[in-house]
């Protein structure tokens, strides 16, 4: 089971970025979706909505403005989440996401991790 970061990027000052390091620190498997291709830690950012398998958590990293697009892509990934980091709310995404059996929560994927309840 895989997290797919939406939002990733090779800045390293960028949350995104810090979550998906974070994320392999602590022995979680990543895939990463960004606007630019790149890399984090030898882990390819792809660009677009690539074919994905196995997809638990999806850790949102862009704004409720800019996940439009993503409603069909992320229905049809199927994870058992999407976490909405701060700035990245969108209550009726969320709402859409229960309605398909999808847990979405708003938190901070960062504070999961160091306090262990990711």
């Known amino acids: 089971m895989k997290t797919l970061v939406i939002g990733a990027s090779e800045n390293t000052a960028r949350y995104a970025n810090r979550a998906a ?3 392999l620190q602590h022995d979680h498997a990543i895939e990463l979706i960004g606007l630019e291709e790149g890399q ?11 074919a ?14 800019n996940q439009a697009g993503y409603v069909d892509y ?29 847990d979405s929560i708003d938190a901070c994927t960062l504070v999961m991790l160091s306090i262990g309840t990711y």
């Open 74 to 102: 992320l229905k049809a990934l199927k994870p058992r989440r999407v976490i909405f980091n701060p700035g990245a709310e969108n209550p009726d995404l969320a709402r859409q996401l229960r309605q398909e059996g999808i």
């Open 52 to 65: 994905l398998t196995d997809v638990d958590t999806v850790t949102m990293y862009v704004g409720a403005t």
């Open 21 to 23: 390091q974070s994320l």
């Open 40 to 50: 984090i830690q030898g882990h390819p950012i792809q660009t677009g909505m690539p």
